[in-house]
């Protein structure tokens, strides 16, 4: 069954941890890419690859980190830079140029 | 810089009523446009999108939208909604071979049957 998924769903850290958030996709898909989602301010891209090894900043990169060593797997490190890192964090692919992007199911992340 | 901006944020409407959201960009160039629908616990996913031809681009579930370049709109419609439809509804739009998408802020449609 191809698809995205992101673990964990749910994800609680204390201040001044880093924690990453993995994103995994079976479609063969190029590009893949990392938002942050907030109530009333749709998404924001963070971070976006096009291919393995090689990735570009989005909008919103301050206090992230990511990593693209193979084409199925873009993980997302949010750092303890990060001052506002409570929010719900999707991930999408997409084949390539300008097509549809698909999303996984998202992780909600929660600073206490 | 490029933009998309929703006209709505919240709608309500009864069952069976017709839904217009409204959808308009800033870029003057080739576009591509698009609408997602995130349905309450679910993944983000396409309703339709638009590249190139005609204008008026059906989707899923009987919404369609239809691209009017003059007025830099890209409005999503359905003649009749069902409490199912209850969801927050995404414009977007990228331009040229561009892969990365600039999105409007949402608009959350509440259905009551």
């Not at chain 2, 576009?31 to 396409?46: C, D, R």
């Not at chain 2, 439809?85 to 608009?107: P, Q, V």
Request: charged share 15%.
């Amino acid at each position: 069954d191809g698809g995205i998924t992101q673990s964990p769903k749910y994800l609680f850290r204390k201040e001044g941890q880093n924690v990453t958030l993995s994103c995994e996709q079976n479609l063969n898909h190029d590009a893949m890419y990392w938002y942050r989602q907030d109530p009333g301010q749709g998404l924001r891209l963070i971070y976006y690859s096009q291919i393995v090894n090689d990735f570009q900043k989005g909008d919103i990169a301050e206090g992230y980190s990511v990593s693209r060593e193979k084409k199925e797997s873009f993980p997302l490190t949010v750092t303890s830079a990060q001052k506002n890192p409570t929010a719900f964090y999707l991930c999408a692919s997409s084949p390539g140029g300008a097509d549809t992007q698909y999303f996984g199911p998202g992780t909600r992340l929660t600073v206490l | 810089a490029q933009s998309v901006s929703q006209h709505n944020h919240h709608v309500i409407l009864s069952e069976a009523a017709s839904l217009e959201l409204g959808c308009n960009y800033s870029y003057g160039g080739t576009v591509n446009l698009f609408w997602y629908v995130q349905y309450p616990g679910q993944h983000l996913q396409l309703l339709l999108k638009y590249f190139s031809g005609d204008p008026l681009v059906k989707g899923i579930k009987g919404f369609e939208a239809e691209f009017i370049k003059s007025k830099f709109s890209f409005n999503l419609r359905k003649p009749s909604v069902q409490w199912s439809d209850t969801a927050e509804y995404f414009c977007a739009s990228s331009t040229g071979n561009n892969r990365k998408l600039i999105w409007g802020l949402g608009t959350s449609l509440a259905v009551n049957p």
